[in-house]
């Protein structure tokens, strides 16, 4: 679709900014704070309700500290508030549209059915509305949609054996908006930052949308958003060129001899 929008624009010399998401990495090493690496991560994969370009989509969790992980973090998916989201209480609204609630069930059931493991939730919430509960997923990266992105509050949790290993997964496929890295070794933080060409790398933090952080889809290359030195983009340079007064000027002046 992005491609179509980007060809019908370019017919007319239009510039475009697409909005096309990403299946954005969340890595946790064995140095991570699970202290608040979890916490985070409730974070960045709910905001909106899961419905957020740039939310955590596929956490990729070394071995050694994924059952502290998944277990900190099922349980602090499990005890946020769905509701209205007119209610202060809630913390968790609706889904957009029935067809994305849906979508929602489908990639769930799909994944169920080719191995994942449900950890947390994975249901419709039964009230008014267009509400899932908060789910975590385990599996490996081929069992099924759901473990490649979701638009909703879906975690895909997967269990790597090493940093190049969880950088070969977030790589394996076409979008790059942002990642996201849990770790206190230097070598490893530049490792990511480096070696996934996400248009935004946040370590040990994870941060949505401000002016003063520029968005940038690195696979896409035509998501350039925030930020005031972006400006650029949005604009068509004009050259103005005032001369002296005519009384000052000779027959023939041009650009380049008017010193």
Not at 151 to 171: H, K, M, Q, R, W
Not at 196 to 220: H, I, K, Y
Request: hydrophobic share 40%.
């Amino acid at each position: 679709m992005g491609q179509s929008v980007a060809a019908i624009a370019g017919d007319a010399l239009k510039k475009t900014v697409l909005g096309l998401g990403g299946f954005d990495p969340f890595i946790v090493t064995t140095s991570a704070d699970l202290g608040m690496a979890p916490e985070v991560a409730v974070t960045a994969r709910c905001q909106n309700n899961g419905q957020s370009c740039i939310a955590a989509k596929r956490f990729l969790v070394h071995a050694e500290v994924a059952e502290e992980f998944t277990g900190l973090f099922a349980q602090k998916l499990a005890v946020l508030t769905v509701g209205d989201p007119m209610d202060p209480g809630s913390q968790v609204g609706p889904l957009a549209t029935e067809s994305g609630l849906a979508d929602v069930e489908r990639y769930v059931a799909d994944a169920v059915a080719k191995g994942a493991t449900v950890v947390v939730g994975g249901q419709r919430v039964q009230r008014p509305g267009r509400s899932t509960s908060d789910s975590g997923h385990r599996g490996d990266p081929g069992d099924g949609d759901v473990l490649r992105g979701v638009f909703g509050p879906v975690a895909a949790l997967y269990t790597v054996d090493s940093l190049e290993e969880a950088i070969g997964i977030a790589n394996d496929q076409l979008y790059g908006l942002s990642a996201n890295l849990w770790s206190e070794d230097p070598g490893e933080r530049q490792a990511v930052i480096r070696g996934v060409p996400s248009g935004m790398a946040f370590v040990n933090a994870w941060l949505p949308a401000t002016l003063s952080c520029p968005r940038r889809d690195q696979a896409e290359r035509l998501r350039r958003e925030r930020s005031p030195r972006l400006a650029c983009t949005r604009s068509n340079a004009k050259t103005v060129w005032i001369g002296p007064p005519s009384s000052q000027q000779t027959a023939g002046d041009t650009a380049e001899t008017a010193e």
